[in-house]
């Protein structure tokens, strides 16, 4: 092959890349729990399938109990589930849109949506067999 073809094949190559978009691109999945807030909590439901979000508080010992627990899920689970945290005491307006009266609370959320729900800091193989549960 010449010169001239390798670059017409090139530019080929260039143009329907343009017209049919860019190539897709593999969503990354965070291998750690994602700190939550008003201004990503909306996108990072929309961008991923499956997110379990714990809702939280700095002066919440059970929280802090089950932090550990949270972190090493979102180790396990990267590439399937993303693991979000929020803190109910800077975002409030949030833990009131999903009536969150009691923390810790895990909520699975499914295409952007809550399908289920955990109160209180209960055992890892708990939380996987919720998680396994709420997947299928």
């Known amino acids: 092959m010449d010169e001239l073809e390798k670059i017409r094949q090139k530019k080929m190559k260039e143009m329907m890349e343009k017209m049919l978009g860019e190539p897709e691109t593999k969503l990354e ?4 729990p994602i ?21 939280w508080a700095e002066w919440c010992a059970p929280c802090r109990l089950l932090a550990p627990t949270i972190e090493s899920l979102a180790k396990e689970y990267a590439g399937d589930v993303v693991f979000g945290k929020l803190n109910t005491s800077e975002e409030q307006e949030i833990a009131n849109r999903y009536a969150i009266t009691a923390i810790p609370s895990l909520i699975f959320f499914r295409n952007g949506k809550p ?3 955990i109160v209180g800091a209960v055992p890892k193989g708990d939380i996987i067999r919720w998680i396994r549960r709420n997947m299928g």
């Open 29 to 32: 999945f965070p291998d750690r």
């Open 35 to 55: 700190t939550l807030t008003s201004s990503n909590f909306d996108e990072v439901l929309k961008k991923y399938k499956y997110v379990v979000v714990d809702f």
């Open 115 to 117: 399908v289920d729900k």
